[in-house]
């Protein structure tokens, strides 16, 4: 029998990552849907058209197929921040566009919110075991940085604020907006992704984190 050339072992691994990533895909929304202990990973097995045996060969375990969700959400909107060229804006610009991904990447996934709110009804207990910890948290700080260094050297920024405040402000206004939409609704009848509202709102928080940031 041949020995299998360079190609076949390509396209096995070509499959395998997509098999590997229709797992996390399809555990994602079980996991936001039905929460760490609600989820099953026979339904995650029947949804992926895989079986259970199959899904801990890639993740060796339930846990860990969460954590691998959870890890995959996070690593999705450092990625987004990473591709924009802060250094080509101007602060105020960069802080702008910076707030409305979140705005924009919070709004179209909704499962990133639930995932993170049942992890912190777990305290964390998962997310802390994680490898990529250092990585989630690192280039969000580094860029918000950035951008703040640059408009302090302009006087155009306030000396008092560091990164992890601007990033807890932009992320309160998104994650509110979308995680509380229904509550909200009921009790003020006001829909918060309601697409009328949405430039509106949009707007609305850049302007906030540009006050909340201007020495004037």
């Known amino acids: 029998m041949a020995a299998p050339t360079s190609d076949t072992g390509a396209i096995k691994q070509r499959d395998a990552d997509r098999t590997r990533a229709e797992i996390l895909r399809v555990a994602t929304e079980e996991f936001a849907d039905k929460g760490y202990a609600g989820a099953r990973v026979d339904e995650i097995a029947a949804r992926t058209s895989t079986t259970k045996r199959m899904i801990y060969y890639y993740f060796s375990g339930k846990e860990q197929l969460y954590l691998a969700a959870l890890e995959n959400a996070y690593a999705v909107i450092r990625g987004l921040e990473s591709q924009v060229d802060v250094d080509a804006l101007e602060p105020a610009e960069a802080i702008r566009r910076l707030a409305e991904l979140t705005f924009d990447h919070h709004e179209s996934h909704p499962d990133f919110l639930r995932l993170v709110s049942i992890e912190n009804i777990h305290r964390a207990e998962h997310l802390t ?11 969000a700080v580094e860029v918000l940085d950035g951008v703040l260094r640059r408009g302090r050297e302009n006087g155009r920024f306030r000396e008092d604020v560091d990164a992890l405040d601007v990033h807890m402000m932009i992320s309160s206004f998104c994650v509110f907006r979308t995680a509380n939409r ?31 940031l201007s020495r004037d």
């Not at 075991?129 to 280039?139: C, T, V």
């Not at 829909?191 to 006050?211: E, F, I, Q, S």
């Open 182 to 212: 229904y509550t909200f609704q009921a009790i003020f009848e006001r829909d918060l992704l309601d697409p009328k509202r949405r430039d509106h709102y949009r707007r609305m928080l850049g302007d906030m984190v540009l006050g909340f």
């Open 129 to 139: 075991k994680s490898e990529l910890l250092p990585g989630l948290a690192g280039p």
